[in-house]
């Protein structure tokens, strides 16, 4: 089997640089995975903007509330406008939207996250499966290497 243009095959590399290669693939899917959780904690978060948003309705007006100022400090307050929310674009960045938009632009964020997603989930996966077979490469070639060291010691015997 032949390897594409600009590719190695992994049996022609030697044991060292096929551990070069693993600890690479390590790397690199290592550095996948975190952006893959970091991505999932995104979406996650921007779905909890769209349930948030279900709770901004006329019937809550003058309605007690805690609101988050960080992830651990919240001050009481009341709903006073029903109608439009603060969107957090990014970088600490707000703007004013009615809700019916800013719940159109998270859906549209939790869609984009979602493909970028399944990208990098096939991303993971090819990775995976190289580091896998970079893994057996060495395995293969140790067993090849004993067996070697075996005949040879065998001889000397004889």
Same mark, same amino acid.
């Given at each position: 089997? @032949?390897?594409? *243009? &600009?590719?190695?095959?992994?049996?022609? #590399?030697?044991?060292?640089?096929?551990? /070069?290669?693993?600890?690479?693939?390590?790397?690199?899917?290592?550095?996948?995975?975190?952006?893959?959780?970091? #991505?999932?904690?995104?979406?996650?978060?921007?779905? &909890?903007?769209?349930?948030?948003?279900?709770?901004?309705? $006329?019937? +809550?007006?003058?309605?007690?509330?805690?609101? $988050?100022? !960080? *992830?651990?400090?919240?001050? $009481? &307050?009341?709903?006073?406008?029903?109608? +439009?929310?603060?969107?957090?674009?990014?970088?600490?960045?707000?703007?004013?939207?009615? !809700?019916?938009?800013?719940?159109?632009?998270? +859906? *549209?964020?939790?869609? @984009?996250?979602?493909?970028?997603?399944? !990208?990098? /989930? &096939? /991303?993971?996966?090819?990775?995976?499966? +190289?580091?896998?077979?970079?893994?057996?490469?060495?395995?293969?070639?140790?067993?090849? /290497?004993?067996?070697?060291?075996?005949?040879?010691?065998?001889?000397?015997?004889?």
């Amino acid at each position: 089997m @032949s390897a594409p *243009s &600009g590719t190695v095959s992994l049996d022609q #590399l030697s044991l060292e640089q096929l551990s /070069q290669v693993r600890t690479q693939l390590e790397q690199e899917l290592k550095h996948l995975t975190q952006a893959f959780g970091d #991505l999932k904690q995104a979406q996650a978060k921007f779905a &909890g903007c769209i349930d948030s948003l279900d709770a901004v309705k $006329p019937a +809550n007006k003058d309605k007690k509330v805690l609101i $988050p100022l !960080t *992830s651990s400090l919240y001050v $009481p &307050g009341r709903i006073k406008d029903t109608e +439009n929310v603060l969107v957090d674009i990014g970088t600490g960045y707000f703007v004013e939207k009615n !809700t019916k938009e800013a719940k159109s632009l998270y +859906n *549209s964020k939790v869609l @984009s996250l979602k493909s970028n997603l399944a !990208t990098l /989930q &096939g /991303q993971v996966e090819k990775k995976q499966d +190289n580091f896998q077979a970079c893994t057996e490469m060495m395995r293969m070639k140790m067993a090849q /290497q004993q067996r070697a060291a075996a005949a040879a010691g065998g001889s000397k015997d004889d």
